[in-house]
C-alpha cells in the first residue's frame, strides 16, 4: 500500500475529502480489481458481479458449505435440487425498466457473487423491484467469515440501490428471536411494518422492546400501553402517533365510520371476513364500490358462462347482509385481491 501511496498521491483536495467526508457508493469499490491502480501488483484480487440467478456448480459449493457450516444441516438434507429450488431461477423475468428520472434500472431477480482471487466466496440473493432492492438470502464460505462477509453485503446492496437510484434497500424479513438476524438492525434510519395498521414505523428501542415481548405484536396498540395513564385519551393518541414515527405507505385497508355500523338487514358481522381485522383486506366500504355483477360463473360442466348478475335474487340482494350471496363474492374477492376480479371465474359445477 505505501507503494501504491507513492505511486498514485492523493492531491491535497482529495485527502481533505477523504478526510471530512465518507461516500459510500466511493469506499465500498476502492478494493475492487477494476479501481486498484497497477504497478504494484495487488496481494489479492476481489471482484464483485451481479449475475443471472442460475445454478452453476461454484455457487453450489457455496450454499452447501454455508448451511452445513453455519446452518448446521445435514449432509442429506442439502441437495442440487434444493439449492436450484430455493435460491434459483426466480419466477422473476429479468428485464430494464425506465424510471420517472430517465434512469434505466434492473429488475428480476440476481446473484451478487464475490470472488477472492478467482474463487466465489459468497453469494448475494437479489430481487432487485422497481423501487427497491430486496435481500433475499445471503451464503459465504466459512473461510472468510472472521471478514463479517455478511455486513459487507449490507453496505454493497445499499450501494447497489444509491447507484441504480432505487429509493430503498430492504433488509427482508425480521425475526427478533434470531440471533442470526440480529445484524439487519444495526443499520439506520430503518422503518419495519406494522403488521395491524400496514404503517412503516422507525425502528427504534421503543419498537424493539415490543418486539421483546411476545410472539404477535401491534406496534399501535404496544407504543399506546406504555404511555402513562392520562384522562385524556385524545392527548395520549397524539403522543402515539408523535413517538411512533409513522412513514406513510399504501394501506390495503379502507376503513371508513360505515364500517363500524352493522349492516342494512341488522344483522350480526362476526362471521363476516370484512370484521375479522386482516391486514390487506379491503374495507367493505371500498368492495361497495366496486362492480360485482359481471364476475363470470360456470354452471354447468360444458356450456356458454353466466354472470353473477344473473342469480336468482342477485339484484335484490345486499352486500351488507352477510347472509347475501353478494356478499360472500365480495369476500370471495377481497381475499383474492381487488385488481385480480377481471381474471376470477367462479366455478359452480356441482362435484360428485
Known amino acids: 500500500m505505501k507503494e501504491a501511496a507513492r505511486l498514485y498521491p492523493r492531491s491535497r483536495e482529495e485527502t481533505k475529502k477523504r478526510d471530512n467526508e465518507f461516500c459510500l457508493t466511493e469506499r465500498i469499490h476502492e478494493a475492487e480489481l477494476s479501481r486498484v491502480k497497477t504497478p504494484p501488483e495487488p496481494a489479492h484480487k476481489w471482484v464483485v458481479t451481479l449475475e443471472d440467478d442460475t445454478f452453476t456448480e461454484e455457487k453450489f459449493l457455496v450454499y ?13 438434507e442439502i441437495t442440487k435440487q434444493s439449492f436450484e429450488r430455493f435460491l434459483c431461477n426466480s419466477p422473476l ?43 433475499v438470502y445471503f451464503l459465504y464460505h466459512e473461510s472468510i467469515h472472521p471478514f463479517a462477509p455478511g455486513k459487507l453485503s449490507v453496505l454493497y446492496e445499499i450501494s447497489l440501490a444509491i447507484e441504480e437510484n432505487y429509493k430503498w434497500w430492504y433488509p427482508g424479513y425480521y425475526i427478533h428471536s434470531c440471533p442470526k438476524m440480529k445484524y439487519k438492525i444495526e443499520y439506520s ?104 355483477d359481471h364476475i363470470p360463473l360456470k354452471i354447468f360442466p360444458t356450456g356458454p358462462l353466466f354472470e353473477t348478475s344473473d342469480l336468482a335474487g342477485w339484484n335484490r340482494s345486499s352486500i351488507r347482509s352477510t347472509s347475501s350471496i353478494r356478499h360472500s363474492v365480495a369476500q370471495l374477492v377481497a381475499a383474492l385481491g381487488a385488481d385480480l376480479m377481471d381474471d376470477i371465474c367462479l366455478d359452480l359445477v356441482r362435484q360428485g
Open 64 to 76: 452447501e458449505n454455508y448451511q452445513r457450516v453455519v446452518h448446521g444441516d445435514e449432509p442429506h
Open 93 to 135: 423475468r429479468r428485464r430494464f425498466m425506465v424510471g420517472p428520472d430517465g434512469r434505466k434500472r434492473r429488475l428480476g431477480s440476481y446473484h451478487q457473487c464475490y470472488r477472492l482471487d478467482g474463487v466465489l466466496v459468497a453469494v448475494g440473493v437479489l430481487d432487485l423491484l422497481p423501487h427497491c432492492v430486496s435481500s
Open 189 to 292: 434510519p430503518q422503518y419495519i411494518l406494522d403488521p395491524d395498521t400496514l404503517h412503516w414505523r422507525r425502528l427504534d428501542k421503543a419498537i424493539l422492546d415490543i418486539l421483546g415481548k411476545d410472539t404477535y405484536v401491534s406496534f399501535a396498540k404496544g407504543l399506546e400501553e406504555a404511555l402513562p395513564n392520562t384522562s385524556d385519551s385524545r392527548s395520549a393518541d397524539s403522543a402515539t402517533a408523535s413517538a411512533s414515527s409513522d412513514v406513510e405507505m399504501p394501506a390495503a385497508s379502507d376503513a371508513s365510520p360505515d364500517d363500524t355500523d352493522t349492516d342494512t338487514d341488522d344483522e350480526e358481522v362476526y362471521g363476516s371476513l370484512f370484521k375479522a381485522k386482516m391486514p390487506g383486506i379491503p374495507s367493505l366500504s371500498a368492495m361497495e364500490k366496486l362492480n360485482l
